[in-house]
């Protein structure tokens, strides 16, 4: 099973993006909703992410720019990309984190590529 990311795109430096992945109320309930970034040549990182208490936490990367969201009647998480840099490059995927392992098989991603 997997969830699946969409609503990547090209977008020049400064720019916006959101990004959408299907999630129930279920798989938010098991862990850290999260959204995952791989950068060409290096490794999946997590660059934000709900914990079950609604609390949210964002890598240092992209604090204040990137904001994750949730709407349950939608069965929806949300990453609202702002001010994007050309180091937002990536594949972005979400997952939920249990006990420190990725519960579901990751999907394919959704291409997001900022040019300067």
């Known amino acids: 099973v997997q969830l699946q990311a969409s609503g990547g795109g090209s977008v020049q430096a400064g720019g916006s993006l959101r990004l959408s992945c299907a999630a129930s109320?279920?798989?938010?309930?098991?862990?850290?909703m999260g959204w995952y970034r791989q950068a060409p040549g290096k490794q999946r990182e997590l660059v934000a992410g709900?914990?079950?208490?609604?609390?949210?936490k964002y890598a240092e990367s992209v604090k204040g720019r990137f904001t994750i969201s949730r709407d349950p009647a939608k069965s929806t998480v949300y990453l609202q990309m702002n001010n994007v840099e050309p180091e937002d490059t990536g594949v972005y995927y979400c997952?939920?984190?249990?006990?420190?392992?990725?519960?579901?098989?990751w999907g394919q991603g959704t291409l997001v590529t900022v040019s300067s």
């Open positions: 109320e279920g798989s938010l309930r098991l862990g850290v």
């Open positions: 997952n939920v984190e249990v006990d420190g392992r990725s519960f579901y098989e």
């Open positions: 709900i914990l079950r208490g609604g609390r949210t």
